[in-house]
């Protein structure tokens, strides 16, 4: 039994590392703020699902394993805010600037960094 | 090399690198999302360590509270920053201050490495009086009892910090609310995140003050997800920050010193000394403390981001 929780662990924390991966690989190579921030909020979303995923059979209580989902569900929440925001805060500055911002965003990895920070400091 | 080995090198490699880049850093704003991740990053080394109390607070004053700070002064600095920036300090003082951040940095690695082994420590006294207070958390213990008097300084500390601020205020608007009005669309994302993540956060921060007693938290960490549940809501355009007359939020500001100060006083007129809990009502005592302390040291930290008054007191 133990053996099948293993199996259960090594291949759900290596999805949920292949998606951040994914994720990471999105927000370095995409063109502009709003598809960095698709890339990135929905695979690592899916990345720390996966992981969380992967740890509950080691969780060893009940509670542990209550405490890791509601640490995805917040995790969830603050990034789907998070990138909402950002994104919203990126067409204004489109909007009102033309394509010469899109332009200067694909070389600026600002948008992107800020996103992963607020992120992170979120819950 | 075994896995742990390796995790630690990176851990270290990355925040030594992160420290270095916030540093090196000419843009203000990335300096300051470098130094949140830093802070992050700093947190997971507590933890690697068994600080997990540490990590708590460093992660929640070092990568959150401080960032909202630092990145609302970094919003104020960009209107001026574009024309200070060709300024650059000539090369004697930057010459100077190189030398003598080398000499600080050469004096603390001395002082780390020159450290007697087993270097001193009273873990072993703080863990072998524990049972006096009734706490199970060593950390609690030092900071409720051994080092005590410490502990209610750094609340008068803070006080002082908030009055500093306070006094920035010109004098027509004293009394007035802190900070800017914030506006969002009351059907936005952040007012949604400021109706529904408050719920959750109070009550996290409540645990964490009240499981500090027995397990790694504590008042300060307990607080300071409070005061970002307020700065939230105050941010979100959902209240309004109160103005720094009202009588309410004066009395909470003094609440934790005042209580602090009054039980200490309360040892001394049961004759120990200052400071000095009745052993049979230790826990009891420390525990007002801290509840007194929560409150006060989430006003402090929401009203030190909301900065100083700006706006009338008029809604």
């Not at chain 1, 640490?71 to 990138?83: D, E």
């Not at chain 2, 609310?177 to 109070?202: C, E, K, N, S, T």
Request: charged share 10%; glycine share 10%.
């Amino acid at each position: 039994m133990s053996q099948a929780f293993d199996i259960v662990t090594i291949i759900a924390v290596s999805a949920g590392a292949f998606f951040f991966l994914a994720g990471t690989v999105g927000l370095l190579r995409f063109p502009d703020t709003l598809t960095r921030l698709h890339a990135l909020t929905k695979a690592d979303n899916l990345g720390l699902g996966l992981v969380v995923l992967g740890l509950l059979p080691r969780a060893g209580s009940l509670s542990a394993g209550l405490k890791l989902v509601c640490v995805w569900l917040l995790v969830l929440l603050a990034s789907a805010t998070v990138s909402q925001l950002i994104a919203a805060l990126a067409t204004e500055a489109s909007g009102l600037r033309g394509h010469s911002m899109s332009a200067r965003a694909g070389h600026s990895p600002e948008a992107g960094s800020s996103a992963r920070a607020a992120r992170s400091n979120g819950p | 090399m075994t896995f742990a080995l390796a995790l630690h090198i990176v851990l270290a490699v990355v925040v030594l690198g992160l420290a270095v880049w916030t540093i090196v850093a000419r843009d203000t704003f990335a300096a300051v999302v470098g130094f949140v991740v830093y802070g992050l990053f700093l947190a997971l080394v507590w933890v690697r360590l068994g600080a997990v109390d540490v990590a708590l607070a460093e992660a929640a004053i070092g990568g959150g509270l401080n960032g909202v700070l630092l990145l609302g002064a970094a919003a104020r600095l960009r209107t001026t920053e574009l024309s200070v920036a060709p300024e650059r300090p000539s090369v004697g003082l930057r010459l100077a201050a190189a030398v003598l951040s080398v000499a600080v940095a050469t004096a603390l690695a001395a002082a780390i490495l020159l450290l007697p082994d087993p270097a001193p420590t009273l873990a072993p006294a703080a863990a072998a009086n524990a049972a006096a207070t009734g706490l199970a958390n060593p950390v609690t213990n030092v900071l409720m009892a051994f080092r005590a008097m410490d502990t209610m300084l750094e609340k008068v500390v803070m006080l002082l910090a908030l009055v500093g601020i306070w006094s920035l205020a010109p004098d027509r608007l004293w009394g007035g609310r802190p900070g800017p009005r914030h506006q969002a669309d009351p059907q936005g994302m952040l007012a949604f995140l400021a109706r529904l993540l408050p719920p959750i956060g109070v009550v996290v921060g409540i645990y964490l003050a009240w499981t500090g007693a027995n397990h790694p938290g504590g008042a300060f960490q307990g607080a300071t997800i409070l005061a970002a549940m307020w700065l939230l809501v105050m941010m979100a355009g959902l209240a309004d920050a109160p103005p720094v007359d009202t009588r309410w939020l004066r009395l909470a500001l003094i609440a934790g010193p005042a209580v602090f100060l009054l039980v200490g006083l309360g040892g001394l007129w049961l004759g120990a000394a200052f400071l000095a809990y009745p052993a049979a009502y230790a826990k009891a005592l420390i525990l007002a403390i801290e509840a007194a302390m929560v409150l006060t040291v989430a006003i402090t930290l929401g009203l030190l981001v909301a900065g100083p008054p700006a706006r009338s007191a008029a809604p």
